[in-house]
DNA sequence: TTGTAAGCGTTATCAG
DNA sequence: CTGATAACGCTTACAA
């Protein structure tokens, strides 16, 4: 019984009632099937079989299943019915091969939070959701050699529809260009604008930083230690460029003895945290350039009894789940990164329209939690 | 002059050497072009015109990039040296559909832990890494009603290779059979043996969470509190399970008062810790069934002023990175995911094989770290 | 060991 | 508005 599998599949709800049209089906596709053959062995029905069932030709069925304006609505609904009864399901691939391209998107990155992978995918998921895109990761491995002809070899094999760059990936000019050369759309996310609008989707976060080292500034404190990002990474500079901004700003000093640098891991953070807090006298507070090393700073800071937020102040950036699990739970700075990456996914697929993309940036917020205090005046 | 984007693209090393090859090809190219096309208009460079400078057949081309072992050496290297000189690769949408069915495997999720989540997309691509596979995710809501529809249609569209369904998600038995009518390869991961060999790798959380629990009865601990996770979840069940036996078999009680029930998150953790902290005498140690719980647990404490570990000790599940980082860093238990993830993918390819699927169940570790210490005896 | 012919299930072209 | 016919690029019989 041809497609009785899938029959069911649709329409779970669907009962005994109209099955006359299915046995019509069945007959005309016993006989001459000459043509498409998808009733044999019991695979899935092809769009020969709705078109013989409805008594229209193949392309009909293509119109009514690609929601072609041009058609009588009594001519779609008897594709329609013939469609449900027989439980067809357009196959992609065949799809994929006549139209030129698929309909996969692909996330690239090489990043080492997991948070933020994550929250892209779920932003990118909402985006396709209710279309046959679907979403296919590829975490490279940045520093290795062979990182650019590897994702070469993925976009040539894969044919994509287009991919999503996620930072610090998303920040290499020459992955972009090759997909360019590939013809492979694209869209960036970073923590700056990275190309042109068309292509990118970011953050501000020298911004964001500028406004979290106010926070501390009108608290009082005036050391202040930075723990910087790692080399490389437009983020970290982005943030530092922040930081140094609002000190500026507000005519604060910046030694380069409260500058440490670090990898964006929690290690890095330990120690760093500890060459800023063995200075004399040490900062009353830290601006760390993501919460993994901020939390590193606050291990650094109970290793020497130092209470946190009375001795010292620390805020974080990126609002991952270790920021409020922490004691105490950090302030820190929330990027919306799942609506970047819906807005990002829609950029692509709306890449082939006519009106020239807008510009995207979005707003990032200080989430003000417990590791921030005023600075009390000394005696 | 066709092809030549993608000429680069696999050969960068190419220099001028050998190009007679490719202006015959120009040629060949040039004329008579009835059948594929391919060469027209900058596309890429197709299985035909790789025939036709060869000068064999389309389905000796075939057999070339497709390590048939029935072809003559010479033969062999002709088409290679045609396909580079080309830089063809083949179309896997094309191949997807003659052969029945794509090269993408998915990945079937719920899980809000998105460390295992990335951890297993690891093992995979690992496991697929140098194949023309690619990982496809796809999220889903457990809890929404129209979740296994969803599910349904997203397979029957995406006609995939094979899925790998991730905890809690894979324990559910109606999914699997859905693959199964589909005719969608799958493989389970869980806590447990959920499945015949063939779909199923697993851990041993039982066995884990007892000899956890037993590391805490060794250092004299009596009164120990759990802090379960959600109904429903399997995993939860297993770790209770062994947590249970251990206590059993060491003949230590396990009143009702000592066991609170969370939900896997951290919120859930502090108010289960409070709750089993409150008790009179309250618990030396409480072993919370994953680390986000644990590190609840220890929020709890610390709002009762109770030193870990001195006033009490902690044990959690997953080792995840909260478990290194919050302090005093957590002894907790560490699973293979990623080795379970790729372990997965190798059954799934394997499928089609012969011989019967070995069992694979991986072996948890416990990590000691610093939430556990002695009891002392008192006064 | 290699080649020929016939699909695989869709969409595009261009006529009616 | 609808339909015949030809792509799309590859694989799998079945011959040679």
Redesign the interface.
Known sequence: MPGS??GR??S?RETEGRCALADVALAALGSGSRESGGSVRG?SPTINDVARVAGVSKKTVSRVINDSPLLRVETRQRVELAIAELGF??????R??AM?H?S?IGLIHDNPN??M??GV??GI?EAIRDT?F??????VDRGSPGMM?DV???L????LFGVMLLPPISENDLLARHCA??GCRYVRMGSARLDADAHCVSSNDAEAVAAATRHLIVRGHRRIGLVAGPHGFRSAKERRAGFEAALNEANVALPRSLIAQGDYR?DSGVIAGSRLLDQVPPPTAIFACND?MA??V??AA?QRDLAVPRDLSIIGFDDT??A????PPLTTVRWPIQAMGQAAARKLLDGSSDAPAPPSVFPSKLIVRGSVADLEVGP
């Open positions: 599998d899938r599949a649709t779970d695979s399901v357009p196959n992609l691939q065949a994929g091969l030129g698929n996969l997991s948070q992978v994550l995918q779920q998921l046959d679907a979403l296919v990761v590829r975490p002809d070469r070899r993925f040539e094999r894969q044919r050369e590939l929690f993994e939390a590193g606050l291990h109970r789940p270790i409020a699990h922490v004691w």
